[in-house]
């Protein structure tokens, strides 16, 4: 007994005559059990699998599919002798045939083979002679089945490729430029397609093609996606134009499309650290770049391009929410896509890209789920490969993961730590510079003012050599909580002086192209330093509160004398997000529920931030104070 998929699902008996499966159900069973490989599948899977709303007799249809098909396939099995082929297993059936007995596993076996064995390759090739169509091209476009022939299709394109690049490498392969060429044409974003088929046409004797071959595939690239080609395609390029024209250039079997040092998400990248107007445009530049690759419907060419923006990030709340939303909706679809047998490095970037994009403080509970869960992958994902650089980004994405409740400040400063030994050792500076920021907010959350302040140097030593002009903006703040915290002690700086440089740093924040971070944090500042003096809310009507306004509002319609007005607003403010400055939301909270007496409200603010009393409000963010949480939470306890 055979059984064939690559093409519409069929089943051979040993003289191949053809075993009459029925109907498009019938195949469809068959078809499931085979794509399962083996493995049981349970009754509701396949319910679940064949009707999107089941019948009321599913289950009993189900069965008649499959004693029919154990008829078909087993037609000389004496009656109540259990079956061999598809066998009930537990709550389920499963597929019993030798793998080479089905088309699509010794397709994957042959596959795998070649891949640890060049010597393979003439089986590869009668392997994907196999192919009679598209995987399961008579099966309904059922989700699963949608998912098998995208997978398949891909090995298919991948086996193709390696058995062009063996043979290249052998010295044959001039015999290919038809079917390179023709592959070329129907997957045009394929970029190791281009450097195969240049190959083919040099080892054919056809410089001037192969050269005509490379720079339609740079024109393509940078026209319609903002790519150089990958460093390879280039190299081969050089090769062609300086060897004879029967030599053989360099090997480029690449697995797929590397981003070139001109790229647009690099410069994105570059762009994005230098902040202002730049870092405006590379968030701009890099959407675009995304979702043009998504329009290709290369799913490893999005998800390069995708992870290729791995740049630092240090604040829990979006610059641009909507842009952020985008990016994680591609990434999340192009994750799918690859599915869970997909290169796990990109899988990992865009697991990590995930988990920085879904910044907290924008996002709903469902959401923050799905983004802690991916930055968890990630992080374990990066470790298996033992790749450092994802490892750091992926740790990125736990950090901003980790404002699950307030009191966390120890926990982020580990991760902190790792982020910059990691750096450290492997000549990673932009991410040295994040563990060091980290730490620097770790740090400042604690109270621990002079280990903050040798961080915050330290950044601003490797922000010099890394041209990144945002951490002196952000260290500038830094020195400004520092200020604010020290006006309370005996012989201290002024309140004054806090707020001179508290407006100093905000005059800078204004125009580095970080609106998350800049809105409604000057008269957050401001309010914490006129509580650390006993002073009422900042009243000034042209203060932009930003989205801190829920929880300053009770504070400014106190400073009014609006008591009952106040009152309303506390109550009607809702939970505080999950970010960088929760902590300072529950100590505003706190304040203005024992000043008005709401003794339930202080009650609960308390018990949120049992676990943060070490810590000072709003010092998590590294850039302003409230003062010591312990401070609110015993007034709010009383």
């Known amino acids: 007994?055979?059984?064939?998929?690559?093409?519409?699902?069929?089943?051979?008996?040993?003289?191949?005559?053809?075993?009459?499966?029925?109907?498009?159900?019938?195949?469809?069973?068959?078809?499931?059990?085979?794509?399962?490989?083996?493995?049981?599948?349970?009754?509701?899977?396949?319910?679940?699998?064949?009707?999107?709303?089941?019948?009321?007799?599913?289950?009993?249809?189900?069965?008649?599919?499959?004693?029919?098909?154990?008829?078909?396939?087993?037609?000389?099995?004496?009656?109540?002798?259990?079956?061999?082929?598809?066998?009930?297993?537990?709550?389920?059936?499963?597929?019993?045939?030798?793998?080479e007995n089905v088309d699509v596993l010794r397709f994957e076996d042959t596959l795998a083979r070649t891949r640890r064995s060049p010597a393979a390759v003439s089986d590869l090739g009668v392997a994907l002679a196999a192919w009679r169509g598209p995987a399961y091209a008579d099966v309904p476009d059922s989700p699963w089945a949608q998912r098998e022939r995208t997978r398949l299709e891909e090995l298919r394109l991948a086996a193709l490729e390696l058995r062009a690049g063996i043979l290249l490498d052998a010295g044959e392969g001039a015999d290919l430029v038809a079917e390179l060429g023709a592959h070329v044409a129907e997957h045009p974003w394929r970029e190791p397609a281009w450097g195969l088929l240049a190959r083919a046409l040099h080892r054919a004797g056809r410089q001037a093609d192969a050269l005509a071959t490379l720079r339609r595939a740079r024109r393509m690239l940078v026209d319609q996606l903002g790519l150089d080609p990958a460093a390879d395609l280039q190299r081969l390029e050089a090769d062609i134009l300086t060897g004879p024209a029967t030599g053989t250039p360099a090997a480029w079997t690449g697995p797929g499309v590397r981003l070139g040092p001109r790229t647009t998400v690099d410069l994105a990248r570059t762009l994005a650290l230098a902040g202002g107007d730049a870092l405006v445009h590379s968030r701009r530049d890099r959407l675009t770049a995304i979702q043009a690759a998504e329009r290709t419907g290369d799913r490893h060419l999005t998800a390069r391009i995708i992870g290729a923006y791995d740049v630092p990030a240090i604040w829990s709340r979006a610059d641009d929410p909507e842009q952020s939303r985008a990016v994680v909706a591609v990434a999340e679809r192009t994750l799918t896509a690859l599915g869970p047998d997909g290169p796990a490095d990109l899988r990992a970037r865009l697991l990590a890209t995930i988990a920085v994009e879904s910044r907290s403080a924008d996002l709903a509970a469902d959401e923050l789920s799905r983004a802690r869960q991916a930055a968890r992958q990630a992080e374990a994902l990066a470790r298996e490969l033992a790749d450092p650089a994802l490892l750091a980004f992926a740790l990125n994405g736990v950090f901003l993961q980790s404002f699950t409740r307030p009191g966390l400040a120890a926990d982020r400063d580990e991760i902190g730590a790792e982020i910059l030994d990691l750096a450290t050792a492997n000549d990673l500076p932009n991410f040295a510079v994040l563990g060091r920021l980290v730490r620097l907010q770790s740090a400042s959350a604690r109270g621990d003012l002079d280990t903050a302040a040798a961080h915050a140097t330290a950044a601003e030593e490797l922000a010099a050599t890394t041209e990144a002009p945002l951490v002196a903006v952000l260290t500038a703040w830094f020195r400004a909580r520092v200020t604010a915290a020290?006006?309370?002690?005996?012989?201290?700086?002024?309140?004054?002086?806090?707020?001179?440089?508290?407006?100093?740093?905000?005059?800078?924040?204004?125009?580095?192209?970080?609106?998350?971070?800049?809105?409604?944090?000057?008269?957050?500042?401001?309010?914490?330093?006129?509580?650390?003096?006993?002073?009422?809310?900042?009243?000034?009507?042209?203060?932009?509160?930003?989205?801190?306004?829920?929880?300053?509002?009770?504070?400014?319609?106190?400073?009014?004398?609006?008591?009952?007005?106040?009152?309303?607003?506390?109550?009607?403010?809702?939970?505080?997000?999950?970010?960088?400055?929760?902590?300072?939301?529950?100590?505003?909270?706190?304040?203005?529920?024992?000043?008005?007496?709401?003794?339930?409200?202080?009650?609960?603010?308390?018990t949120v931030l049992r676990d943060a009393r070490a810590e000072d409000a709003g010092a998590a963010s590294g850039l302003l104070t409230l003062g010591p949480v312990a401070r609110y939470s015993a007034n709010a306890e009383v």
């Open 486 to 606: 020290r006006s309370t002690e005996p012989g201290g700086p002024t309140a004054a002086a806090a707020a001179a440089q508290y407006r100093a740093a905000e005059e800078a924040l204004r125009t580095a192209g970080m609106p998350g971070l800049h809105r409604g944090l000057f008269p957050l500042a401001l309010l914490g330093l006129r509580l650390l003096h006993d002073r009422a809310a900042p009243t000034d009507q042209h203060l932009d509160w930003g989205p801190y306004l829920p929880w300053a509002r009770p504070h400014v319609l106190l400073a009014h004398g609006r008591a009952e007005e106040a009152r309303a607003a506390l109550v009607a403010a809702p939970e505080p997000p999950h970010d960088h400055l929760q902590e300072a939301m529950w100590c505003l909270t706190a304040h203005a529920a024992t000043h008005l007496g709401e003794r339930g409200v202080a009650a609960r603010a308390a």
């Open 1 to 99: 007994m055979r059984i064939d998929v690559l093409g519409a699902v069929r089943a051979l008996r040993d003289d191949g005559t053809p075993v009459d499966l029925g109907g498009p159900r019938h195949r469809e069973v068959l078809a499931r059990l085979v794509a399962a490989e083996g493995r049981m599948v349970t009754t509701g899977t396949l319910v679940g699998d064949l009707w999107p709303e089941p019948p009321a007799r599913a289950v009993g249809a189900l069965r008649t599919f499959v004693a029919a098909l154990r008829r078909a396939l087993e037609p000389e099995r004496p009656p109540r002798t259990p079956p061999r082929v598809i066998v009930t297993e537990g709550p389920g059936y499963a597929l019993r045939l030798p793998r």
